[in-house]
C-alpha cells in the first residue's frame, strides 16, 4: 500500500470515532450463536475459511500463523508463519485438492529500529493442508495489493487488487496471475477492490471498499467478462469480506472504519430489475468485521478489531481478546445446495 492511500485511508478512519458495546442481531429470525474467543498471542484474525467436516481455518492480519480449529473446539496453530507468509487476511480452501490459498499483504508495515517503515511486496500463497508445506508464493504484479479470493471447481483462483484496477486469475497449476477483469470503475485513490464472491456459474460480485459500490462481473460466451454496477438503496461502509448464501443472496461485511458500528448484511444483489437492492442488516456492533465463511444456514465472522490502528492516536490501545462471530441465518435462506454446505457442528467457545 502505498504511503499515499495509506495516509488518505488514515484520514478517512479518522472522521468519527464511535464506540460499539455489544453484538445484536437485527433481522428477525437471524440467531446470534456463542462466539469462538481465539487465544490471547492471536491478534487480528482476518481469513476464515472451512472444511466440510467442520475444520476452521482463521489467519491474521499482522501474523502468519494460521490456527486450525476442529469441529470439536480443539485449536492448534496449523501454520506458524514464515519469512515469506507474514500475514494470512484472506484464506479459502480447495479441500478437493488440499490446498490451503492465502493472501499475504503487508498492510501495517514493518518499523525498524530508525524508525523508518518498509513494506514487503504484497503476495499469494498455497500451503498443503496435509503437511503444512508452502507448496507456492506468488507475488502481486505491478506492485498490487492482493485483497479476498475465489475459488472454481476446477481449482482456478480469482483474486481482487486493491491497488489495480483488476481481478486476477491463475489457472490450475500456473505460476503466473492473468487479468481476468480490468475496469477504470474499479479504480480507486483509497483502497479500492475488496471482497470478491463467485457463484457456481461463474457470475461473480466484487466490492470497492472505500467506495461502497458493488459491482457484478458477468463471463461472456465469446470470452472476456461484463461489467455492471450493482445499484443499491445506499453505499455501504467499507464493504469487505463476502459469500453468496444458499438462497443466492449475498452475504457481506460492513467493516465501518468511520462509525466503527461493524456489520453483517444480507443483499439479494443478483435479483432481477433496476429497482435499488434493499439492504437488511443482519447483525450490527461488530469492530472490524472483515472477513466470513458460510456453511449452510451459520455464518463465522472473523471481527478483527483493527480500526484502532487506523485511528491517530489510538495505535496502542490493542484489545484484550480477539473472536469469531458466529450466526444462524432464518431457514428460508438456506434452500439450495452450495459450497461447504454440510451441517456444521456447533462449536463451543474456546478456552
Known amino acids: ?16 470515532v464511535f464506540t460499539v458495546s455489544s453484538v445484536q442481531c437485527v433481522a428477525a429470525e437471524v440467531r446470534t450463536l456463542t462466539p469462538i474467543n481465539l487465544p490471547a498471542n492471536f491478534q487480528y484474525p482476518n481469513g476464515i475459511t472451512r472444511a466440510s467436516d467442520g475444520t476452521l481455518y482463521i ?10 480449529i476442529s ?46 517503515m518498509t513494506r514487503r511486496p504484497h503476495r499469494i500463497f498455497a500451503i498443503d493442508t496435509r503437511t503444512g508445506k508452502v507448496l507456492r508464493v506468488i507475488l502481486m504484479p505491478d ?38 477483469a480490468e475496469d477504470k470503475r474499479f479504480a480507486s485513490n483509497e483502497l479500492g477492490l475488496s471482497g470478491i464472491a463467485r ?22 460466451s465469446r470470452g472476456g467478462v461484463k461489467v455492471e454496477a450493482i445499484p443499491l438503496e445506499r453505499k455501504l461502509e467499507n464493504p469487505d469480506g463476502m459469500q453468496f448464501a444458499p438462497d443466492g443472496s449475498l452475504i457481506v461485511t460492513e467493516g465501518a472504519v468511520a462509525s466503527g458500528n461493524g456489520r453483517l448484511l ?10 435499488p437492492k434493499s439492504i437488511e442488516i443482519i447483525a450490527s456492533g ?9 456453511a449452510g444456514r451459520e455464518v463465522w465472522v472473523t471481527e478483527a ?28 435462506a438456506a434452500n439450495d445446495v452450495m459450497e461447504n454446505s454440510t451441517s456444521s457442528s456447533m462449536l463451543e467457545p474456546l478456552k
Do not use: C
Open 199 to 220: 457463484r457456481s456459474d461463474g457470475v461473480t460480485i466484487v466490492g470497492l471498499f472505500s467506495s461502497g459500490n458493488l459491482y457484478k462481473v458477468i463471463p461472456q
Open 59 to 68: 489467519g491474521s492480519i499482522v501474523s502468519g500463523r494460521i490456527l486450525r
Open 1 to 16: 500500500m502505498s504511503n499515499f492511500i495509506f495516509k488518505t485511508f488514515l484520514h478517512t478512519a479518522a472522521l468519527v
Open 71 to 116: 469441529p470439536k473446539g480443539e485449536l492448534k496453530t496449523f501454520f506458524p508463519g514464515s519469512d515469506e507468509v507474514f500475514a494470512a487476511t484472506a484464506l479459502r480452501l480447495d479441500e478437493q485438492r488440499g490446498i490451503l490459498w492465502g493472501t499475504s499483504p503487508d498492510f501495517l508495515g514493518v518499523r525498524d529500529s530508525n524508525g523508518k
Open 286 to 294: 461488530m469492530e472490524s468485521p472483515v472477513n466470513l465463511t458460510l
Open 305 to 332: 478489531r483493527i480500526r484502532h490502528r487506523l485511528l491517530p492516536g489510538k495505535e496502542q490501545e490493542i484489545p484484550d481478546r480477539f473472536l469469531i462471530r458466529r450466526f444462524m441465518l432464518p431457514a428460508n
Open 266 to 275: 444480507r443483499i439479494d444483489a443478483l435479483s432481477s430489475g433496476t429497482k
Open 143 to 180: 506492485g498490487g495489493f492482493g485483497n479476498d479470493m475465489a475459488l472454481d471447481p476446477n481449482g482456478g483462483v480469482y483474486l481482487t487488487d486493491s491497488m489495480r484496477p483488476r481481478i486476477y486469475y491463475l489457472a490450475p497449476g500456473a505460476d503466473k496471475l492473468q487479468i481476468w
